[in-house]
Nanobody, 120 residues
């Protein structure tokens, strides 16, 4: 079963930076796409950024120009560099991966989430 391990969250002041990492493991044949979503208290989970195997990216309008998604294919790891952070970026950030497993099944995996808090 595919597992996603997130790291890099924490507390930062407004205007600061954080870099999130998410490593995928377990029965992976190939990864179609990886991405980040977030959920703030009382709000629905929303897309932050995605990156496909063909290097196509998609960003939420709220993070364009501030966040950058990247990937290390050799490590099955996706990163989210977050700059110029704002208090409204405070949320639990979830990693997502669309994976073709070694059983040739398409699996949509989620990480357990990591807290990002931006103080004003």
């Amino acid at each position: 079963q595919v597992q996603l391990a997130e790291s890099g969250g924490g507390l930062v002041q407004a205007g600061g930076s954080l870099k999130l990492s998410c490593a995928a493991s377990g029965g992976i044949f190939s990864i179609n796409a990886m991405g980040w979503y977030r959920q703030a208290p009382g709000k629905q989970r929303e897309l932050v950024a995605t990156l496909t195997s063909s290097s196509s990216t998609n960003y939420s309008d709220s993070v364009k120009g501030r966040f950058t998604i990247s990937r290390d294919n050799a490590k099955n790891t996706v990163y989210l560099q977050m700059n110029s952070l704002k208090p409204e970026d405070t949320a639990v950030y979830y990693c997502n991966a669309v994976v073709r497993t070694t059983r040739m099944v398409l699996d949509h995996a989620w990480g357990s989430g990591i807290q990002v808090t931006v103080s004003s």
